[in-house]
């Protein structure tokens, strides 16, 4: 395998150059070869991106374009596959230069992620500290590939720990997708012991609540980054852990004649049962509207400021929605914060 990092003057494959190029070819933990080359891009050098990299003008004045190190770098490559932090990034700018397109890739970030949902953060600095990877140079080409294929070996050792019915879902959803973390995990499925597999494979579905303990992200309002999003975890965390509350026995808000009014009114639901809870009119409103727009299938967009309390105003008619008919609601947010 390839682990590969680039350095570039921007993120605009269409546009942007490759300043740097950091590869090294290792076989589990066997380091096999190292290629690193500095690239002139044939124009200044943004500063942001010198202030990021260190690299300047200067360093790059004679270094050879990128042309004239393709031979050496595609027979470094050859068909091994290639393992990058964003890897389509890097895929990307290479074979915008010339360089073959790979038939095979694994990111680790998408492996980091599936496999730590609830990291603090999934850049690769962040990543590399959290796990004690040394990383002398960051942004620097060698150092970041280096520190991806520690990276990478570490989430095959993660991938292990995983129960057997969970690796078969991963699987399962490979083969329908092409996803590179799943096809890992049918590979360290193929190498578990004979008992293990047996097991999976006389499992239609693992079960869900452990696939779903595996995935889950826990946030906490602790770890909020702004005063709106800690006030909206601090009010789904309280709701977490009302058990059962007086009041909702004999007149629960499940959609079965609760409306958004009754919970978010000044003297609803949300009022009786959330300790320090602070009617907003424009939360009511726009909760309101989300469940209009259910109802009637529509699509809705909302502009909605600091404080308004986006989370349970979408949550709570989409909830009410699916109770009341016995459906099965999706959530999709393009944040995890949302």
Do not use: C
């Amino acid at each position: 395998m390839v682990s590969l990092d680039l350095e570039t003057t921007g993120l605009d494959q269409r546009s942007d150059m490759i300043i740097e190029i950091g590869a090294v070819k290792f076989r589990g933990n066997e380091e096999i070869e190292q290629f690193s080359a500095l690239i002139n891009p044939g124009r200044d050098i943004p500063p942001f991106i010198r202030d990021l990299t260190g690299i300047s003008n200067d360093d790059v004045a004679d270094a050879p374009s990128i042309e004239s190190i393709l031979p050496d770098l595609i027979e470094f490559l050859g068909d091994h596959p290639m393992i990058g932090h964003n890897v389509a990034f890097d895929a990307g700018f290479l074979v915008r230069n010339g360089v073959p397109s790979r038939t095979q890739t694994f990111d680790t970030y998408d492996l980091t992620y599936a496999l730590l949902p609830g990291a603090v953060e999934y850049n690769l600095g962040g990543l590399g500290m959290a796990f004690g990877l040394v990383h002398d140079n960051p942004h620097r080409a060698l150092s970041d590939a280096l520190v991806t294929r520690d990276l990478f070996l570490l989430m095959l050792d993660k991938l292990a720990e995983l129960p057997a019915g969970v690796l078969s879902e991963f699987s399962r959803l490979a083969a329908a997708s092409g996803w590179t973390t799943g096809i890992l995990a049918g590979r360290t499925l193929d190498h578990m012991d004979s008992a293990a597999v047996f097991q999976a494979a006389g499992e239609a579905r693992p079960d869900p609540r452990e696939l779903g303990d595996r995935l889950r992200v826990r946030r906490s309002s602790r770890g909020a980054s702004d005063p709106e999003e800690f006030e909206e975890l601090e009010e789904i965390e309280q709701a977490e852990k009302t058990v059962e509350p007086e009041g909702f026995e004999n007149n629960p808000p499940d959609g079965g004649g609760a409306s958004v009014s009754d919970v978010f009114r000044a003297d609803g639901h949300l009022s009786r049962e959330l300790a320090g809870f602070e009617h907003r009119s424009q939360q009511e409103r726009m909760a309101e509207m989300v469940a209009g727009a259910i109802e009637e299938g529509e699509h809705l967009i909302v502009e909605a400021g600091t404080g308004v309390g986006k989370s349970l105003a979408y949550l709570v008619p989409a909830a009410l929605h699916t109770l009341s008919g016995g459906r099965t609601g999706i959530v999709s947010t393009n944040t995890i914060n949302l």
